[in-house]
């Protein structure tokens, strides 16, 4: 079955800091792999993903990932954090077949001024 | 607005109580994915669509739950005599799978569930 490890619960940043969340999964096979955002109370906006091909893959806001097979890893990038990028991210791998989600327990991420 | 749609945004019930929430997809999108998320942690797959057929329920999904989706169009998720466990946000999610699209999933707002 396939998992999603998010190693970091939660995470402080200064503003205008770089940002690196970190995300493992076990997949048997060639994964698809995504990034999510969700603010309080709110919904989950995608904000990258990962299919095939180059494997440094850009995003909605600034953001970035690389996928990482020898390490099975896919962690999420921000050159310089702003102060609305507070929320919570969750990494999450879908299978080739029902393509349903398996999501990682999300990092909450703080900004400070 | 041509997202996601969840209604209602928030539901609050007496244990015991039923509880139908509802979901429009994306109207191109053949595919139609609940879960749900408990405080603090990521979304649980409970249960998802292909057009009009159930394909797959999680073990998460007991028999309380029932899911619709009559016409491939919109869907439904009842919880029948609700328990302070479920207290949870419900998300939906569709998709296109179909030919080579990829396998992108797009949420609607939600719908919290506060049993009491």
């Given amino acids: ?81 702003h102060w609305s990028d507070a929320a919570e991210y969750f990494c999450a791998v879908a299978d080739t077949g029902r393509r349903a989600l398996t999501f990682g327990s999300g990092t909450r991420l703080q900004v400070q001024p | 607005d041509t997202g996601v749609s969840q209604d209602p945004r928030h539901k609050i019930t007496k244990r015991g109580q039923n509880v139908t929430f509802r979901c429009d997809p994306i109207s191109e999108h053949n595919r139609l994915y609940w879960y749900r998320q408990t405080l603090g942690q990521g979304p649980e797959f409970l249960t998802y669509f292909q057009n009009e057929a159930q394909l797959e329920k999680s073990r998460l999904l007991s028999d309380r739950f029932s899911a619709e989706r009559p016409k491939g169009s919109f869907s439904t998720l009842e919880i029948q005599r609700t328990e302070q466990g479920d207290s949870a946000m419900y998300l939906c999610a569709s998709s296109l799978a179909r030919g080579g699209a990829r396998p992108e999933a797009f949420f609607g707002q939600g719908t919290r569930l506060t049993v009491v």
């Fill in chain 1, 1 to 81: 079955a396939q998992s999603v490890t998010q190693p970091d619960i939660h995470i402080t940043v200064s503003e205008g800091a770089s940002l690196e969340l970190r995300c493992n999964y076990s997949y048997g096979a060639t994964p698809y792999l995504f990034w999510y955002v969700q603010s309080p109370g709110q919904g989950l906006q995608l904000l990258l993903k990962y299919f095939s091909g180059d494997t440094l893959v850009q995003g909605i806001k600034g953001f970035e990932a690389e996928f990482k097979r020898s390490q099975s890893s896919f962690n999420l990038r921000k050159p310089s954090v």
